[in-house]
Nanobody, 126 residues
Framework: QGQPVESGGALVQPGGSLTLSCAAS????????IGWFRQAPGKEREGVSC????????YYADSVKGRFTISRDTASNTVLLRMNSLNTEDTGVYYC???????????????????WGQGTQVTVSA
């Protein structure tokens, strides 16, 4: 069972943009879904976005719709999360996760995912 490896976290000013990358050791086609979660200090881990590997359907939390875009690059076995118009509430540790089974109604539930990365820190601050 492969483990995701996240990268791309940084300190960015409000209104700025950032792209996170989630790398897999092999093909991402072996998974049913790949999700991005985040956790701010003192808060629970929350689902940010998800992409279904079978049909490419994407899912977003209401708080990031229109600002974040998830995509999958099959050539490099990576999943990207492009984040625009960042604000201070986007600050947190961002985690990538792989799911071997997938239910669309539960895309944002951590328990649905089987393998987690170590996370990458995103800080939005002036």
């Amino acid at each position: 069972q492969g483990q995701p490896v996240e990268s791309g976290g940084a300190l960015v000013q409000p209104g700025g943009s950032l792209t996170l990358s989630c790398a897999a050791s092999g093909s991402t086609s072996r998974y049913y879904a790949i999700g991005w979660f985040r956790q701010a200090p003192g808060k629970e881990r929350e689902g940010v976005s998800c992409i279904s590997v079978s049909d490419g359907h994407t899912y977003y939390a209401d708080s990031v719709k229109g600002r974040f875009t998830i995509s999958r690059d099959t050539a490099s076995n990576t999943v990207l999360l492009r984040m625009n118009s960042l604000n201070t509430e986007d600050t947190g540790v961002y985690y990538c996760a792989f799911a071997y089974n997938f239910w669309a109604t539960a895309w944002d539930r951590p328990h649905m995912y089987d393998s987690w990365g170590q996370g990458t820190q995103v800080t939005v601050s002036a």
